[in-house]
C-alpha cells in the first residue's frame, strides 16, 4: 500500500501532500524536508529507488515538478513508477499539457484527480477514460449549482 | 487608454465589493507568489488567516468555501491550519456539492484517525453514504478510505458492505478499497465483508476487479482461513489473467502495449499468497506464470514491473525448478538492462533469493560483480551486498580479485563495509593461510583509514596464530609501511604483494600502521635476521635495526599519527629492546621521553616503560617476551559468542562475590569502561537516565558490549591500569577495592615490581585473554546447561524485544533449574529486510536489585540471513519484577541509528 505521495518543486516548495496513513503534522513536515532534502540532492542519472527507514521511496522528475511516493517493503517498484506516470497523464489530459503552475493554481483539482485515480493507497481506476469521465461529470456539478455569470464571485474564484 | 479605465472600474469594484467578497482562491495564491521574501510571505498568509478566522467566527456560510480552500492552500505551505477543521464539517454537512467537495478534501488533509474532532465527521459520513448522487457517496467513501478510525469503521462497516453489492460499479470499487482500509483498521470485520468479496472477481468492471483483488490480499494475509477459504478463486484468477495476456488491444486498459499492467501486477501478488507452500495451488498457477514470463513485452518499465512480479511469485510459491531458472534468468537479463531501475530491481531479487537458489544466482556472478562499477550508489551497495553473499570457497580467489580491486577504488562511505565484507569472507573460505594473509595485508593497504577497528584485530589474530607465517607477515608488513612512508623503495619481488596503490602517506593508513608496530613488536628480530620468506625461493625482506627504529619514532613522532596507533607503536618499542641489540640505548631515549608526553595515556606508557629500562631492568625480557599464539576463535561465523576479540563485560554495583573470584572477567570489566570511548560513557549516563522510570529508581548495573573490537593494545595498557590501580591499593587480587562500573585509577608509579612473568604475558595478549573469559563463562553456561537437562525448566516463551528500523531482537530464555534465580538471555539479532547492519551495539540496564553480566555479541554486523547472538545473564536474588531497558545502535547504508526502548512483555516466569 502507497504510505503518502507528495509533488513538489525543483525548489524544495511543497505542491501537493497525500498521506494515506496517520501521521502527525510534525512528523509530516520532517518526512518532507527530509526526502525533498535527499532526493533533490541526487543526480540526475541515479535511479529512482531509495531505500528509506522502513519505506521504499519511489521518485520520478517531470519537468520541474518531483512526484515522490512511499510505498512498502512488498510493493512493486517499478509499478508505481506507471501509477506516477499515469496521475501525470491524467493530469496532462485534463490541464491540457500540464504544468507546474496549473497544479499550483489549481491544487485542489489535482487532489480531486488523484481521488479517483487511488483510494486509501492503492490503485481503484485502471482506466484512464473512467477517471476523466468521473472528474467531468463533478465538476458539471459544481457549474451546475454556481448561477450563471456569478461562478468567479461566488465559486472559488 | 481602454486598460486605464478598466483598471478603475476595477479598483472601484474591489471597494465597493471589500466589506463582504473575500479575496479569491486564485488571487491570494497570485499574491503569496508575488511575495519577493519569506516575511512578506508571512505577511501576506497572516493578514488573510486573520480574515478567515474572523469570517468562521461569523459563521458567514456564503463564503465558507472559498475560505477553506484558502487555508488547505496555506496549509501546504506549513502554516497552521487546524482552526479550519470545524469548518470542513460544516461544508460537508452542506447540501451543495461544491461544499461537500472541498469540504471531504479539507477533512482528508486536516484531519486523521488520530484527532478527536473527527469522531463528528461520522454521522455526516453515514447520511452521504446513502445519498442518492453516486459522486457524493464516491466523496464519503474516499474521505473514509483516507482517515478511518477504528470506531469509524465499527460504525460505517455495515454501510460499505451495503455498497459493495451495489450494482454500481463506481461505487463498487471504491467500497473494495474502504473495506480494505476497514479490515486494517479493524481485523474481526472482517467476515462480514466476506460473502461480497467473492462476487467481485467475476465481475467485467476492472475497477472492481483491481480493487476486489487488493482486498483479497489484505484479507488472506490477515487470516490462515480466510486464505484456505479463496483457494479456490486459483482458477478464476489464472483466467483472467489469460485473458489480459491474450487478448487482443484494448485502448482502454492498455499501457505501451500490455494490457492493464496495474490488474495483472495485483493478480500476480494474490496468486503468490495463494500458493506459498501449497503445491496445489502452485500447480494451477505453474502454466499462467510462465505464460507471463514468456510472453510480456520488455521493452518498456511496464512489461518489466509484470516481469519484477511474476519473478516474485514464482520464487516464492513451491514452483517447477525450471520455472525457477527462467525467472533467475529474467533477472539475469535485467541485469544486462540499460535501464538502472530495472538493474537495480534485479540486484534486490536476487539478494532476497540467493540464499534459496545460491547456484542458479552464481551464473549471473559476472553480470553482478560488472554492476560494481555502475555510477550509481544504490546499485553499487546491492551489487556489493549480493557479491559477498555469493563467495564461496571455490570462486573466493577470483571474486576477491574484483573486490579488492573495487575496494582501491571505492569512495570512502564503501571502504569500511567491503573491507569488513572481505575479512568475515577471507575467514570463512580462505584456501590457505598465507593467501588469507596477503589478503588482510591487501585490506589494509586499500582501505587506508576507512577500516573497521574489527580488521586491525582480526589480522592480527590471524597473525599471531599462523606461527610458521608470522615472519614473512612482518616482512610483508614492512615492505608496505616502507613504501608508503617513502624511506625505501618498493623492489618489486615477483610473487609478493602487489603493492600498487600503496602510495598514499602512512598517516591515511592508521590501521596499517597499528597492525605493523604491532607485528614489528612481536616478530621485529625475524626482520633483522632476514627470516621473512615463506619457502625457500623467495628472497626475504630485511630491515636493518635503526631503520626500523626509525619507522617507529616516525609514527610516534608524527602529529597525524592518531593515539591509539601511538600506543601500539610505544609498546611495540618497548617490545624491540629485546630483541634488537644496537638499538637499545635510542629506544630507551625515546621510551622515556613520552614520560612528558601530552596525552594521559602515552605520559604513563612512556613512565611504566621506562621504570622498565631502570628500576626494574632485570624484568624487562620476561614481560617483553613474545606473545604465544592466541587462540583460535571459535566462532568466526558468527554464529556462537565471543569471537570478534572484544571484552565481555561485567559489571556489578557493589560487592559481588562471584565477580570478585573471576580474575578474567573482572580484567574485562576494566577493559571494557577504560577504553577510550567517551561517546560510550554518555551514552551510559543516558542509559541511566532512561532508569529513573523504574520504581526501583536509578540503579547501578549497566553492562556495554561496549565495541566488541577494543583495539588490543588498548586493553593492554588498561590491563595495566588495572595492576596500577591494585598495586596501589597494596592488596592481593582477590580483596582488590572494585567501587563500581568505572574503578580503572591510572597511576603510573611503581607499576611492574607486581608483575610477574606470567601476568605479563596475560597482559600482553588481551585476545587470549578474552577467549579466557569466555571460557569461563561459557563453562557456567554448560554448568547451568547440564543441571537442567534432566529436568528440563518449563519452556519460556520467546519475545521481541525490538523490531524496528530494520532489526529484529528476539529474546529467548533459559532458566537453569540448579540457579533458579538466574535468568540466561539469549538474543538473537537479525536484519528485517535483507540489508547488512554494522556496528550493531546493543545495551541493558535492569533494576539494581538485579546482577547483569552481559557476554560479548558474536558479531557487530549483522548479514542478512546470518543473526547476531549474545548472551546476558541475570541474576535475581530477591525474585523482583524484572524490567528492562534497552538501547541500541547500528548503522544500515551509512546511516548511524540509535534507539531505546523497554522491553514490556517479559514473560513473568522468569521471576515467579
Not at chain 2, 472477481?201 to 487488493?214: A, C, E, M, P, Q
Amino acid at each position: 500500500m502507497m504510505q503518502f505521495m507528495l509533488l513538489f518543486s525543483r525548489q524544495g516548495k511543497l505542491r501537493l501532500q497525500k498521506w494515506y496513513s496517520a501521521q502527525p503534522d510534525k512528523a509530516k513536515k520532517k518526512i518532507t524536508r527530509d526526502l525533498v532534502a535527499t532526493i533533490l540532492t541526487r543526480k540526475p542519472k541515479m535511479c529512482s529507488f531509495l531505500e528509506w527507514r522502513e519505506l521504499k521511496i519511489v521518485y520520478k522528475r517531470y519537468a520541474s515538478l518531483y512526484f515522490c511516493c512511499a510505498i512498502e517493503q512488498s510493493d512493486n517498484e517499478l509499478l508505481t513508477l506507471e501509477i506516477i506516470h499515469r496521475y501525470v497523464e491524467l493530469l496532462d489530459k485534463y490541464f491540457g499539457s500540464v504544468c507546474e503552475l496549473d497544479i499550483i493554481f489549481n491544487f485542489e483539482k489535482a487532489y480531486f484527480m488523484l481521488d479517483e485515480l487511488m483510494l486509501g493507497g492503492e490503485v481503484q481506476e485502471t482506466s484512464k477514460k473512467n477517471v476523466l469521465k468521473a472528474i467531468a461529470a463533478q465538476d458539471l456539478l459544481q457549474e451546475e449549482e454556481t448561477p450563471q455569470g456569478f461562478f468567479e464571485d461566488h465559486g472559488l474564484g | 487608454m481602454a486598460n486605464a479605465i478598466k483598471q478603475v472600474i476595477n479598483e472601484v469594484a474591489e471597494k465597493v465589493k471589500m466589506p463582504s467578497t473575500p479575496t479569491r482562491l486564485r488571487d491570494l495564491i497570485r499574491q503569496i507568489r508575488a511575495a519577493r521574501t519569506a516575511a512578506e510571505e508571512r505577511a501576506v498568509v497572516n493578514k488573510e488567516c486573520a480574515y478567515i478566522r474572523a469570517s468562521f467566527r461569523e459563521e458567514d456560510s456564503q463564503w465558507r468555501c472559498r475560505n477553506v480552500a484558502k487555508l488547505l492552500y496555506i496549509h501546504m505551505l506549513g502554516y497552521p491550519a487546524h482552526f479550519g477543521q470545524l469548518e470542513c464539517l460544516n461544508l460537508i454537512a452542506s447540501p451543495r456539492f461544491t461544499d461537500k467537495r472541498i469540504g471531504y478534501l479539507g477533512a482528508m488533509l486536516l484531519l486523521d484517525e488520530r484527532q478527536d474532532i473527527h469522531v463528528l465527521i461520522t454521522n455526516s459520513l453515514k447520511n452521504d453514504l446513502n445519498n442518492p448522487v453516486q459522486f457524493i457517496v464516491g466523496l464519503a467513501l474516499c474521505t473514509l478510505g483516507a482517515i478511518a478510525s477504528p470506531e469509524m469503521s465499527r460504525d460505517l462497516a455495515s454501510e460499505v458492505e451495503r455498497l459493495l453489492k451495489s450494482t454500481n460499479a463506481y461505487l463498487r470499487k471504491k467500497a473494495a478499497l474502504c473495506a480494505f482500509r476497514i479490515i486494517g483498521k479493524v481485523p474481526e470485520l472482517m467476515e462480514m465483508f466476506l460473502p461480497a468479496t467473492r462476487s467481485l472477481i467475476s465481475d467485467k468492471n476492472h475497477g472492481v476487479l483491481i480493487t476486489g483483488v487488493t482486498l483479497i490480499i489484505e484479507m488472506c494475509e490477515r487470516s490462515p482461513d480466510t486464505l484456505i477459504h479463496f483457494k479456490k478463486v486459483v482458477p478464476s484468477l489464472v483466467r483472467i489473467l489469460k485473458n489480459l495476456i491474450m487478448a487482443g488491444y484494448s485502448p482502454e486498459h492498455d499501457v505501451s502495449g500490455v494490457s492493464d499492467p496495474f490488474l495483472q501486477v495485483k493478480i500476480l501478488r494474490l496468486l503468490r499468497v495463494l500458493g506459498h507452500n501449497d503445491a496445489e495451488a502452485s500447480e494451477a498457477m505453474n502454466d499462467i506464470l510462465a505464460q507471463v514470463a514468456t510472453n510480456t513485452e520488455t521493452s518498456k518499465n511496464v512489461g518489466n514491473a509484470i516481469l519484477y512480479e511474476t519473478v516474485l511469485s514464482i520464487m516464492h510459491i513451491k514452483s517447477e525448478s525450471g520455472l525457477r531458472v527462467l525467472a533467475i534468468n529474467i533477472l539475469g537479463r535485467f541485469l544486462l538492462n540499460s535501464d538502472k531501475n530495472i538493474r537495480y530491481v534485479a540486484l534486490n531479487t536476487l539478494l532476497r533469493t540467493v540464499h534459496a537458489d545460491n547456484s542458479a544466482v552464481q551464473r549471473h556472478r559476472a553480470t553482478i560483480l560488472e554492476c560494481l562499477k555502475d555510477p550509481d550508489v544504490s546499485i553499487k551497495r546491492r551489487a556489493l551486498e549480493l557479491s559477498f553473499a555469493l563467495i564461496n570457497g571455490s570462486n573466493i580467489r577470483a571474486m576477491m580479485k574484483e573486490l579488492l580491486a573495487f575496494l582501491e577504488k571505492s569512495d570512502a562511505e564503501f571502504k569500511a563495509q567491503c573491507s569488513s565484507g572481505i575479512v568475515s569472507a577471507t575467514e570463512r573460505f580462505s584456501p590457505n593461510r598465507r593467501w588469507h594473509i596477503d589478503t588482510l595485508l591487501r585490506v589494509l593497504i586499500a582501505a587506508g583509514n576507512f577500516l573497521r577497528d574489527d580488521v586491525v584485530s582480526n589480522t592480527i589474530q590471524i597473525i599471531s596464530e599462523s606461527t610458521s607465517l608470522q615472519g614473512y607477515a612482518v616482512g610483508q608488513l614492512w615492505r608496505a609501511v616502507s613504501c608508503s612512508s617513502g624511506s625505501l623503495q618498493h623492489d618489486g619481488q615477483p610473487g609478493d604483494l602487489d603493492l600498487q596503490g600503496a602510495t598514499l602517506p602512512i598517516s591515511e593508513r592508521q590501521p596499517l600502521a597499528q597492525v605493523a608496530s604491532w607485528c614489528l613488536g612481536e616478530y621485529g628480530d625475524s626482520l633483522i635476521n632476514g627470516h621473512t620468506n615463506a619457502n625457500e625461493q623467495e628472497e626475504p625482506v630485511v630491515a636493518g635495526e635503526d631503520e626500523v627504529v626509525d619507522f617507529i619514532q616516525g609514527i610516534l613522532s608524527s602529529s597525524q599519527s592518531t593515539i591509539i596507533t601511538k600506543q601500539y607503536a610505544l609498546t611495540a618499542l618497548t617490545k624491540l629492546s629485546t630483541r634488537f641489540s644496537v638499538t637499545v640505548g635510542r629506544i630507551e631515549d625515546i621510551v622515556t621521553r613520552f614520560g612528558t608526553h601530552l596525552n594521559v595515556e602515552l605520559q604513563q606508557r612512556g613512565i611504566e616503560y621506562a621504570q622498565l629500562f631502570t628500576k626494574h631492568v632485570a624484568l624487562r625480557p620476561a614481560i617483553m617476551e613474545r606473545i604465544p599464539p592466541m587462540e583460535h576463535k571459535s566462532s568466526q561465523q558468527g554464529l556462537t559468542n565471543g569471537s570478534s576479540g572484544g571484552g565481555g563485560t561485567l559489571v556489578s554495583n557493589g560487592d559481588d562475590n562471584m565477580l570478585m573470584d573471576d580474575l578474567s572477567s573482572f580484567t574485562t570489566t576494566s577493559t571494557s569502561h577504560s577504553a577510550p570511548a567517551t561517546k560510550d560513557s554518555n551514552s551510559l549516563l543516558n542509559l541511566l537516565g532512561g532508569l529513573d522510570n523504574f520504581d526501583n529508581g536509578p540503579s547501578a548495573p549497566v553492562f556495554t558490549n561496549s565495541k566488541a573490537s577494543t583495539a588490543p593494545s588498548t586493553s593492554n595498557l588498561d590491563l595495566l591500569d588495572l595492576l596500577g590501580g591494585l598495586d596501589l591499593s597494596g592488596s592481593t587480587l582477590s580483596s582488590a577495592p572494585i567501587s563500581g562500573p568505572l574503578m580503572t585509577t591510572p597511576t603510573g608509579s611503581s607499576t611492574s615490581s607486581l608483575v610477574n612473568n606470567n601476568l605479563a604475558n596475560l597482559l600482553s595478549s588481551p585476545t587470549t585473554q578474552m577467549s579466557a573469559a569466555v571460557s569461563n563463562s561459557s563453562s557456567f553456561l554448560i554448568d547451568g546447561f547440564l543441571g537442567t537437562a534432566p529436568t528440563p525448566s518449563p519452556k519460556l516463551q520467546n519475545v521481541t524485544a525490538y523490531d524496528k528500523n530494520g532489526l529484529k531482537v528476539d529474546f529467548s530464555f533459559d532458566r537453569p533449574v540448579d540457579n533458579p534465580n538466574l535468568v540466561i538471555v539469549t538474543l538473537t539479532a537479525s536484519s528485517s529486510y535483507g540489508s547488512t547492519l554494522c556496528d550493531f551495539l546493543f545495551q541493558a540496564a535492569v533494576p539494581k536489585t538485579f546482577q547483569l553480566q552481559m557476554m560479548p555479541a558474536s558479531s557487530t554486523v549483522i548479514n542478512s540471513g546470518i543473526p547476531v547472538t549474545q548472551v546476558m545473564r541475570i541474576l535475581n536474588p530477591t525474585r523482583a519484577v524484572l524490567k528492562m531497558r534497552i538501547k541500541l545502535s547500528f548503522s544500515r547504508d551509512g546511516m548511524t541509528i540509535q534507539d531505546q526502548d523497554e522491553v514490556k512483555n517479559l514473560p513473568s516466569a522468569l521471576w515467579q
